[in-house]
């Protein structure tokens, strides 16, 4: 591979790369170093390239194995929100109390869906944070488009029982 289609191909989709590795390891820089690495290890594969069908889904496949094997690893801790909390930016035409309710509100849906199955936080991560589609998301985590729709579902379903009983039961 030449380096126009590495250029072509592969860097404009850098962007998408380091979201997705941010919301998976909720800290800045592991993400920009997942982002670094898998780039290196694109170029390094180059051989392969030629044979894909999908660059993007390829990339997104090797970012996710990449923070996977991070938050595996003994050492990797998720930030804490106190931590990232300083680096938000004021939001100036709501009122205090709208900015604590949509914080709260925020919140736990995070928390709802940091709650769910690794499989099932993946998949709606993919579709209703990054916007790929089912059949992206399916070569992307290399399983059934059918599984992926089934997945999502549950995911979503899951996640809007939860955010039922904590506004109902405050559970």
């Given at each position: 591979?030449?380096?126009?289609?590495?250029?072509?191909?592969?860097?404009?989709?850098?962007?998408?790369?380091?979201r997705f590795a941010f919301r998976?390891?909720?800290?800045?820089?592991?993400?920009?170093?997942?982002?670094?690495?898998?780039?290196?290890?694109?170029?390094?594969?180059?051989?392969?390239?030629?044979?894909?069908?999908?660059?993007?889904?390829?990339?997104?496949?090797?970012?996710?194995?990449?923070?996977?094997?991070?938050?595996?690893?003994?050492?990797?801790?998720?930030?804490?929100?106190?931590?990232?909390?300083?680096?938000?930016?004021?939001?100036?035409?709501?009122?205090?109390?709208?900015?604590?309710?949509?914080?709260?509100?925020?919140?736990?849906?995070?928390?709802?869906?940091?709650?769910?199955?690794?499989?099932?936080?993946?998949?709606?991560?993919?579709?209703?944070?990054?916007?790929?589609?089912?059949?992206?998301?399916?070569?992307?985590?290399?399983?059934?488009?059918?599984?992926?729709?089934?997945?999502?579902?549950?995911?979503?379903?899951?996640?809007?029982?939860?955010?039922?009983?904590?506004?109902v039961y405050g559970l």
């Amino acid at each position: 591979m030449s380096l126009e289609l590495f250029l072509s191909q592969v860097v404009p989709v850098r962007q998408k790369l380091y979201r997705f590795a941010f919301r998976l390891l909720g800290n800045e820089e592991d993400a920009q170093d997942i982002t670094q690495d898998v780039l290196m290890k694109v170029w390094g594969m180059q051989e392969k390239m030629r044979e894909l069908q999908n660059m993007e889904a390829w990339c997104m496949r090797i970012t996710r194995n990449m923070a996977l094997d991070k938050i595996k690893s003994k050492k990797y801790r998720t930030a804490d929100e106190l931590d990232r909390a300083g680096e938000m930016p004021a939001l100036q035409q709501k009122s205090p109390h709208m900015v604590t309710e949509q914080n709260d509100v925020m919140h736990k849906v995070r928390g709802a869906i940091s709650d769910l199955p690794e499989k099932y936080r993946t998949i709606i991560q993919l579709r209703d944070m990054d916007g790929f589609s089912y059949q992206e998301i399916a070569d992307i985590l290399d399983i059934d488009m059918n599984e992926v729709k089934v997945n999502l579902h549950r995911a979503r379903k899951t996640v809007r029982e939860k955010l039922q009983n904590l506004h109902v039961y405050g559970l």
